[in-house]
Structure formats: C-alpha cells, structure tokens
C-alpha cells in the first residue's frame, strides 16, 4: 500500500466527522424574505424580535434623564458664583450642550426604531434616572452633577448588558454616551473639594 493509498487514522477520521457535525454559519433565509415585507418599518427587521418595544421604553427614560441633566447644567451655569466658578460655569455649559447631543441621539433612535420620544414636560423627573438640582452653592452643585453621572453610568451599563446583541446600533450609541458620562465624572470628581 502506497502513502497515498494509506487508510487514516482514527483520530484523522474523528477530526474529519466531528468537522462534518459541527454547525455551519448561515442566514435565516425566512428573516431575509421577512426584510423585503413591510417596508414601511425603516430599519425595523423581524431581527428586532420582541425587543424593540423594550428597548423604545428604556430608552424613552433615559430621553428624560439627559433632558433633565441638559435642565440641571444650564441652571448650574447661569446660578454659579464664586472664584473659580466662571471655568466652572463654562464646564457646565459644555456638559448641557454634550447632553443636550445625547438627547437627540436617543430620540433619533427612538424614531428609527418605530417609536415616539416622550418629550411630555409633565413627567421629565419621573422617568429621569438622575434629579434636577437647584442648589446655589458652587461644591453642592459639582456634588449633585457628580451623583447625577454616576446615576447614568449605571444606567446606561445597565442597558448595555440588557441590550447585549439584541440591537447592536442601539448598544454602540448607549456605548458612546457612556463613554463621555464617564468622562463628565471624572471632571466633576477633579473638582470636587473634600
């Protein structure tokens, strides 16, 4: 018997016919028919499974969080007094207008998602993660900033994982605010004296 001819081992045929049982990648055929249907959804895919409406309604509060941290800087802003308040006050201007961002970034994908973003001022604090603040002392004010993003790193942490791979483009948004809350803190707890 030649090499050629030579029959294969048994652990070459187990590697072989292991390979043969393994699942393969592939595309749910019946989802991708799904997609050309009801065109009217956007981007809305039966991908979404019964997630989306979940998914709409977290993200509807944390609309109202960052609404209400947009409320919280801006009068952080204009009521801050002291000596070293005006770069501080600047500070809070740049974090009303990043959250101010994030809100249009969530509402966005509120829309795209086939939702409607809860603007209703009515009950802005009651599906706000973090509260509005109207304390008039400079360090009161870094204080309840600072509570404030760490509210929203939790939340949005917590959405994240949530979320997971059931919407991705929701997850790497969520990831992109987390990221510059993240940031907001750090700059807060620099400021904050003991």
């Given at each position: 018997m030649s090499a050629l001819e030579k029959p294969m081992s048994s652990s070459s045929a187990n590697v072989q016919s292991l390979h043969d049982e393994t699942p393969r990648l592939k595309l749910d055929e019946a989802a991708l028919e799904a997609a050309k249907r009801s065109l009217e959804k956007g981007?809305?895919?039966?991908?979404?499974?019964?997630?989306?409406?979940?998914?709409?309604?977290?993200?509807?509060?944390?609309?109202?969080?960052?609404?209400?941290?947009?409320?919280?800087y801006k009068r952080h802003y204009y009521t801050a007094k002291g000596l070293s308040s005006p770069a501080i006050a600047e500070e809070f201007l740049v974090h009303a207008q990043e959250e101010t961002a994030h809100?249009?970034?969530?509402?966005?994908?509120?829309?795209?998602?086939?939702?409607?973003p809860d603007f209703a001022p009515a009950t802005l604090l009651e599906r706000s993660h973090a509260d509005y603040d109207e304390s008039s002392d400079l360090q009161a004010m870094i204080r309840s900033n600072l509570i404030a993003e760490r509210v929203a790193i939790e939340?949005?942490?917590q959405m994240i994982a949530l979320i997971g791979d059931k919407d991705s483009t929701t997850r790497r948004i969520l990831e992109s605010i987390l990221s510059q809350e993240q940031e907001h803190a750090d700059e807060l707890s620099d400021w904050l004296t003991p």
């Open positions: 981007a809305v895919t039966p991908s979404y499974g019964p997630w989306r409406e979940d998914i709409i309604a977290l993200l509807n509060d944390a609309l109202a969080t960052e609404i209400v941290c947009t409320l919280r809100s249009e970034q969530i509402a966005e994908r509120i829309v795209q998602l086939g939702g409607e939340a949005y942490s």
